[in-house]
Nanobody
Framework: QVQLVESGGGLVQPGGSLRLSCAASGRTFSIYAMGWFRQAPGKEREFVARISGSGGVIHYAGFREGRFTISRDNAKNTAYLQMNNLKPEDTALYYC???????????????WGQGTQVTVSS
């Protein structure tokens, strides 16, 4: 069992930056791929980024445009999502997830956090 807690969300102006963190419980963090997803009001949850257990394989959604960077620190049981040059359309509830499968679908992640709100507005 893995428990995930996100933090770092908030209100930021367009063009600003935020760094989201996802703290995981347990001693087997490194065996799980970590993913970030987001869900805006009235929309489906969508994939943002995924990083393998070792950190060596990373995938991003197309809208990333070089603005988002996923990383992890297995010694701290924590995954991160650095978001730069934020746009109003990035406003959403951001979730982290853990799983042992290879894909980026929500169905391939077994454990989810409660989410952290990111609001981009002037």
């Amino acid at each position: 069992q893995v428990q995930l807690v996100e933090s770092g969300g908030g209100l930021v102006q367009p063009g600003g930056s935020l760094r989201l963190s996802c703290a995981a419980s347990g001693r087997t963090f490194s065996i799980y791929a970590m993913g970030w997803f987001r869900q805006a009001p009235g929309k489906e949850r969508e994939f943002v980024a995924r990083i393998s257990g070792s950190g060596g394989v990373i995938h991003y959604a197309g809208f990333r445009e070089g603005r988002f960077t996923i990383s992890r620190d297995n010694a701290k049981n924590t995954a991160y999502l650095q978001m730069n040059n934020l746009k109003p359309e990035d406003t959403a509830l951001y979730y982290c997830a853990a799983g042992r499968q290879q894909g980026t679908s929500i169905y391939e992640f077994d454990y989810w956090g409660q989410g952290t709100q990111v609001t981009v507005s002037s």
